[in-house]
């Protein structure tokens, strides 16, 4: 994959939520790992090179053993949630500032600290990534909350979103800085295969706006694996068809392979929720099925042809969406087909890098 892009000399960082890998570990096995692993790590660092792009994961270790510091910690965290200092994030990007020239932000709790080191005078550009905010968080706050991360966020060179609706509603909210961010899946890893279909459904997803509950209230008698952590169906009645698995980066793409179709329900959130499951699984060329909510991140996705659409929240036209696709091969393999091509066309791991590097600054 070639790209011609003036290199920066400056350094990107990417902030996220602690992982089980190590990123250096990453690069070395783009058989494992998507090039979307990481938000784009590899294709980053084989774009800008290895010392042009760092991962900060945001782990805070063991709890401390001392009381008083434990005691007071929680308060902070009562009070003032995700508005405090990391110390340790705070550490790193000060020590990490001169070379630093932007950082990319998906994990909350790196927002505050970040922004607050460039108020006082850390040279680097700050863009965040409000996932799911204006829905889930900015709701909770009170009006002097409010107030001060709006005042932050001016601050930041770049506010960026991932759907079409959270980026109106930011800027509605009085945010200047908005920008719309293109998410892309790696298509390499996500080829189509040849094998033979097997007869049952998959469905995928670990973010708490999956509606497994509508999909399990279809109650089509087919046999359905379910990929997803124990949390998100703990308190679902798990009928005897369904199968709940967990698996790697293969075996997800396995079941894409295997499943005549993958079903991926969503509740009616304006977060583009579910937006990377179905770019994977559309990228295999499977049929996806798939609810219409207010958290479109797209245009592109057209109901009848590279993909299904239903309503939120609606078990019998999720239910009849299912047994129509299952029950006609043609239209699977057409549905399916098209996907593949949407993807290759305006979601690749390529577009994504590309938005990243234009938003950012670093070209």
């Excluded at 058989?31 to 945001?58: A, F, Q, S």
Aim: positive net charge; proline residues 5%.
């Amino acid at each position: 994959m070639k790209f011609n892009i003036i290199l920066s000399m400056g350094k990107l960082l990417l902030i996220m939520r602690s992982q089980s890998i190590q990123p250096r570990d990453v690069l070395t096995a783009p058989y494992k790992y998507p090039g979307e692993y990481l938000w784009g790590y590899r294709p980053l660092c084989n774009l800008l090179g290895n010392k042009h792009v760092d991962v900060i994961y945001t782990a805070g270790g063991r709890p401390s053993k001392n009381i008083l510091f434990r005691v007071s910690s929680a308060i902070v965290t009562k009070f003032l949630g995700d508005m405090k200092i990391v110390p340790s994030l705070a550490f790193r990007l000060w020590r990490q500032r001169l070379e630093t020239e932007a950082v990319f932000i998906t994990a909350n709790i790196a927002v505050f600290t970040t922004l607050i080191l460039k108020l006082l005078g850390c040279g680097f550009r700050v863009y965040p990534l409000l996932l799911g905010w204006p829905e889930f968080k900015f709701t909770q706050m009170d009006r002097v909350k409010y107030r001060l991360w709006m005042f932050l966020l001016q601050k930041a060179d770049g506010v960026l979103a991932l759907g079409i609706e959270e980026s109106n509603v930011l800027i509605r909210q009085g945010l200047r800085n908005v920008q719309n961010l293109t998410f892309g899946v790696d298509t390499d890893f996500w080829a189509p295969s040849n094998g033979r279909k097997k007869d049952f459904i998959f469905s995928i997803g670990a973010d708490p706006s999956r509606d497994f509950k509508t999909l399990l209230a279809a109650n089509v008698e087919i046999p359905i694996v379910l990929c997803a952590p124990s949390e998100r169906v703990k308190c679902l009645s798990i009928p005897k068809n369904v199968s709940v698995v967990q698996g790697s980066y293969s075996d997800v793409r396995k079941w894409f392979h295997e499943a005549k179709i993958v079903v991926i329900p969503i509740m009616d959130t304006i977060r583009p929720s579910g937006q990377v499951s179905i770019l994977e699984a559309m990228a295999t060329g499977t049929a996806v099925i798939t609810t219409r909510t207010r958290g479109r991140w797209t245009d592109k996705l057209i109901d009848g042809e590279n993909c299904v659409l239903v309503s939120p929240g609606d078990p019998n036209e999720l239910r009849q969406a299912i047994w129509k696709v299952y029950n006609d091969s043609a239209l699977a393999a057409m549905i399916g087909e098209k996907a593949r091509k949407t993807v290759v066309e305006h979601f690749t791991i390529s577009h994504y890098v590309r938005s990243l590097i234009a938003a950012t600054g670093m070209k």
